[in-house]
């Protein structure tokens, strides 16, 4: 028979301890050259690899605890728990496809993307050095591996989206998405005669719940969902991975599709995939959606799936650049 894993992180005072950052440590943000921000990059990186988010951990549990105990469901998800402790435990990688590797960073006028994009390259290649990330760059065609994360020829690898804004403070998004989940992914250009679904919400219902069925276990179920109605090819695609870096629990500010989110999460897990495809009541942990304009001609909507190690962490470094983790 299985225990029934508790999940008790390490205490945050330990994980501060471990710590790459210096004591009372802060970036220079008059200093042009970011001296230091590489640094604090990879403790980002460390905690990310590492640390599962609590929100992501408290769903795995209730998934756990509402399947029969001791069936293939629950021991998978508790399986997961042991894994997420051990991980946090030991400072490793929660899973050993680190996948791609996904910043946002949102900065004040001023500060060089150029020379933000060198140090987190440096943290890149440090970060794989060090094992919390997997070399998982490798030429299209040949197969042939970089070992250090970094696209030499378009800056492709690690992905850094940037965008402006008003406030004085440096925030850091970071996102570590698998291959496997990645592969689930799906878009559908509406109307679709297979699934006969039409430019409606219904007709989203339909793609959602037919990319799940197709993905079964093969994301890593159970996966958390982000949907974009709408935008273009790119756009669509591009904001349904980016809306994966919301809380689970966190309701839509737009209460329609706030019970659309609901909802949905509910259907999903009547279809009994369960964890990793092997039956059961948790097939999803959570669904994002969110609706762009479009063109009036095309109508898409496009599915992101991240597996159940949803790697997912913020750092903010505030307006004195002092460092701050979500």
Known sequence: MSDCILPHLTPQQVVEDKSLLPKDWALQFKDSSLAGFHLAVLEL??????????????????????????????????????????????????????????????????????????????????????????????????????????????????????????????????MLKGGGCENVGAQYRLPDVHLGAGRDISGVRKCIIDAVMKAQGQGCSPGILGVAIGGDRITGYEHSKAILMRTLGTPHHNSELAQIETNLTHDLNTLGIGPMGYGGKTTVLGLFIDELYRHPASFFVSISYMCWSSRRRIMTLDAMGHPHFN
């Open 45 to 174: 990186i460390r905690r990310t690899s590492s640390r599962l988010p609590q929100d992501v951990i408290d769903a795995l549990v209730r998934g756990r605890d509402a399947e029969t105990h001791n069936s293939r469901a629950f021991n998978t998800l508790n399986d997961m728990v042991k894994n997420i402790l051990l991980a946090d435990g030991h400072v490793t990688p929660l899973c050993q496809d680190t996948g791609t590797i996904i910043f946002y960073v949102k900065h004040p006028t001023g500060l060089s993307q150029i020379t933000m994009k060198k140090h987190i390259r440096q943290a890149v290649v440090e970060g794989t050095e060090r094992v919390w990330l997997r070399p998982n760059c490798v030429e299209s065609l040949s197969g042939k591996n970089t070992g250090n994360n970094l696209d030499p020829f378009a800056d492709g690898h690690p992905v850094i989206h940037f965008e402006e804004w008003d406030r004085p403070e440096i925030e850091v998004g970071l």
